[in-house]
């Protein structure tokens, strides 16, 4: 497996081996002791897939507490995909890493406890999957600002995406309040 080192060191890109023939292709998309030694904890606890056509901005998405760690990919289509340090005290606090996964690259990327993310579809449609470290906690999760200037994401393309009420209305991250954000931890674990 490829591991691409971005400029968050917690942030990491996987490119898992794929094995094919004349009947198609074959690859491991988790095996918890291999991805643990590349910096993807075990523990995952629940499995997520969400349908969007094309221009839809899913994020930026966070819990906390009960924050979740997140192994994403794409299974068909492609997204261009975001991962927001906002963890208070963090070197790397309002930073972000972006990339493109689709089912063509076959990309995972992990996106630890503490950063929001999100995603927006650059295909006619895509299926995302992903893997979390806890469940949902509706009652914890909040939207930062797709747009929020401080952070400055470069999304790929012209937009006028389409966004959920709660995605549209998110305040920015400088609005949120100190207490609602995650903390960083020497030890590169975040809690609330």
Known sequence: MDVTPTKIPEVVLLNPQRFGDQRGWFMESWQAERYEQLGVPRGFVQDNQAYSQKGVLRGLHIQNPYGQGKLVQVIRGEVFDVAVDVRQGSPWFGQWVGVHLSETNHH?????????HGYLVLSEDAIF??????YYHPETQFSIRWDDPQIGIEWPGTLSPVLAEKDRSAPLLSEIPEEQLPHYQLDRQSTA
């Open 108 to 116: 995972q990327l992990y996106v630890p406890v503490g950063f929001a």
């Open 129 to 134: 999957t992903y893997k979390c470290t806890d």
